[in-house]
């Protein structure tokens, strides 16, 4: 669906972005994350065809963007992080004014507004002024007018953002159902955003992709956390199973530990926690918890930009 290669965008002599190359397949809802300035915004305004890269290609839908823009642009759908509206237009004008930049005509075109203002819940703005909407109402009309047409890819940069709990889940629900149709590049600096939505994350640092994983892959450690009454000098007995590598008290109260058990590179989890539990059934404990640890996204994220920066220190001082 998405085919990025090798794309480059210099502004003057700073580079913004770095051969940044990557696909996107239908269907699939991918996280671009990146502190301020590594480049996101960069390559949302390339893909989109509002900036050209200095080198390198992208390819939508089986259209090149620098070849064939408006081909690629009614495939298209993009929210922009500062969307610009018309305060003296309705929502309704406004709509209609993006279904005319989009192609849409006649029936196609109401259809089309009627479709979005309901996915949206903008149906008791429709004829209010956007000058009068509120931050929420601004962020969803700008959902709004991203969606029309039924894009084939969706580019969304702080969607939820000026959104309260239960309009985040709204929307939530509404880029969910969008992406079983089309490919969505969700942009977002809330970790908690990419978790709820996402099954891959593209990490930036410094206008170089330095991580593409498919979330699950990252959240995954080497660890199990175990909640038992076995005792912690008992407990070093799980240090004879096969797969553990050591075993740390994390936590103690109300009679029971919390024991972290790091495995090796070749331990499998799933048997390994089999063993785990006969080994505290055989000693008569009670096992309260015994699962993978996960590690958080946040966490994931520094140790990404941190371990690039080792790097990059390290091919300076060569």
Known sequence: MLKVEDLTRRYGAFLAVESVSFTVSKGEIVGLLGHNGAGKTTIMKMLSGFLEPSCGSAEVDGHHIQDDLKSVQKVLGYLPETLPL????????????????????????????????ESTDLREKFLSPISNLSRGFKQ????????????SLLILDEPTNGLDPEQTQH????????????????????MQEVDALCSRVLMLHSGKLALDAQLDELRASN????????????AKS???????ESISVIATADGSSTYRVTTNASAELKNLSASIANEISHQKEALFLLKPELRDLETLFKEVGNEVSE???VEDAA
């Open 223 to 234: 660890s199990v956390l175990v909640e038992s009454t076995l005792d912690p000098i008992r």
């Open 140 to 151: 969803r009309l700008g959902v709004a007018q991203a969606i029309l047409g039924n894009p």
């Open 311 to 313: 790097v990059q220190e």
């Open 86 to 117: 018309y305060p003296e237009m309705t929502v309704a004008e406004y709509l209609n004014f993006s279904a005319d930049l989009k192609g849409l005509r006649n029936g196609e075109k109401t259809t089309e507004i009627l479709r979005v203002t």
């Open 238 to 244: 799980m240090e004879n199973l096969s797969g553990v």
């Open 171 to 190: 929307m939530r629900s509404l880029i969910r159902d969008i992406a079983k149709n089309a490919t969505v590049i969700l942009s977002t600096h809330i």
